[in-house]
């Protein structure tokens, strides 16, 4: 059974740019979150889907920020426009229910510039 | 809210000696509680976790933690540390009415030949 895998692994963009990270859950999960790690804090919790709705949003930082998850299967955050501060690892990880253990891909290394 | 609290950033150990990274939390009700490690170039791996029922857990790889409530702690520990175990350490909450998680700032440990 594949794992939860995240495109890219890496992205250097500038300040103003826009990037899209996407994420594909396990098969068969229903829920997917995002968790972003800022220059060696902790890891925090951005939003929840379960299928194609989002059930927990309240980690978006700002509206800069905007994920999509059509059709209950990958889901993509977008940056629109990126800012020093976004710079950090962004971990997607799915689980099949919500209680059950959340499986997590290695990680989106973004680099703004 | 919740917070998660990890004692030392780094912990070094030589080989065969006691592994104890510690964790502490605050929350009014008893959470649920989790350790993940993270290997280079890797996603985070599930450990262990408590839910309810009996307070000492064993996980993967001989690692053990005990929650104590008196003590708002889920302390990680191994007998004897292994080359292998170095890697970065999570202790993580999640409340009974959501499921995302709720990181500590992580413990690497390093483990000396």
């Known amino acids: 059974e594949a794992g939860v895998t995240q495109f890219p692994s890496h992205s250097v963009i500038e300040k103003g740019q826009t990037v899209t990270l996407r994420c594909d859950p396990i098969?068969?999960?229903?829920?997917l979150y995002w968790y972003r790690r800022v220059m060696g804090k902790e890891i925090k919790f951005l939003l929840h889907f379960v299928k194609e709705s989002k059930q927990d949003e309240s980690g978006m930082p700002n509206n800069r920020f905007l994920a999509e998850r059509t059709g209950g299967t990958y889901s993509t955050l977008k940056v629109q426009p990126a800012e020093l501060e976004d710079s950090g690892v962004y971990f997607c990880?799915?689980?099949?229910?919500?209680?059950?253990?959340?499986?997590f891909g290695p990680g989106t290394r973004l680099t703004v510039l | 809210a919740q917070s998660v609290t990890q004692l030392g950033s780094h912990v070094s150990v030589s080989e065969g000696a006691l592994v104890l990274l510690r964790c502490n939390y605050s929350?009014?009700?008893?959470?649920?509680l989790f350790w993940y490690v993270q290997y280079p170039n890797q996603g985070l791996q599930l450990l262990l976790k408590y839910t309810t029922g009996a307070t000492l857990v064993k996980g993967i790889n001989g690692f053990e933690a005990e929650f104590k409530k008196s003590e708002t702690s889920f302390h990680l520990t191994k007998p004897s540390a292994h080359m292998s175990d170095a890697a970065e350490y999570f202790c993580a909450v999640s409340s009974r009415s959501s499921y995302k998680l709720i990181f500590g700032s992580g413990t690497r440990l390093l483990v000396r030949p």
């Open positions: 929350s009014s009700v008893p959470p649920y």
């Open positions: 098969s068969g999960h229903d829920n």
């Open positions: 990880a799915s689980s099949r229910s919500g209680r059950d253990e959340q499986f």
